[in-house]
């Protein structure tokens, strides 16, 4: 190596070696390089972040949404009982207003048999026993007979006669036949009453 003088500011050959080697670093690990993998880390930490927002915004929404579901299937469930329970109401309603009219009819049928008017063979005969027969469809029985004990829940006492031997009171005549439509009292029997005498 030659002496130079270096107090003007000249490089020594091995400092360009060296100078030469930091610049080449600087670039490898440059701030350029650097900045492009901060800005990578921001912006994957901000996306990550925003999944997460989004992720818990669905979450809470989907929650929403089912309990909104289930909230109206449980309505629509009371809506259909209560449908379905009022339709039956109306039915036995309905059933209970088209018995009720034919009790007149069934009066009428019952008088004119205890006059004979309705001798087998008869027309009179074949309508009555049509009339009874959409009775016993529709559901429809009668109740009350003499001889019965007299249950003031289900027969009318229209007269109570004293009778000697009688114990407790007992269904004597049969004025009107009562009449029920499954469970329901469309009408109560008219009866005499035999009484104990005293």
Do not use: C, W
Not at 28 to 33: L, N, R, V, Y
Not at 104 to 117: I, S, T
């Amino acid at each position: 190596m030659t002496d130079k003088n270096f107090d003007n500011g000249e490089v020594r050959p091995d400092d360009e070696g060296s100078e030469a080697s930091t610049e080449q670093s600087a670039e490898a690990t440059g701030p350029e390089s650097q900045d492009e993998l901060t800005v990578d880390d921001i912006l994957g930490a901000q996306q990550s972040a925003e999944a997460a927002a989004e992720d818990a915004v669905l979450a809470d929404l989907e929650s929403t949404l089912l309990n909104d579901l289930k909230r109206l299937q449980a309505e629509y469930a009371n809506y259909r009982r209560r449908t379905e329970d009022q339709r039956e109401i109306e039915i036995e309603r309905a059933r209970g207003a088209a018995a009720k009219a034919l009790i007149p009819a069934l009066d009428d049928l019952d008088r004119a048999e205890k006059h004979g008017d309705l001798e087998e063979g008869t027309a009179f005969h074949a309508i009555a026993e049509k009339v009874r027969g959409v009775a016993e469809k529709m559901g429809m029985t009668a109740y009350g007979a003499a001889g019965e004990p007299f249950d003031p829940q289900q027969h009318e006492a229209i007269f109570q006669a004293p009778t000697p031997g009688v114990e407790t009171a007992t269904i004597l005549e049969v004025v009107e036949v009562g009449y029920r439509l499954g469970e329901t009292e469309l009408r109560p029997a008219k009866v005499v009453v035999a009484v104990p005498a005293e």
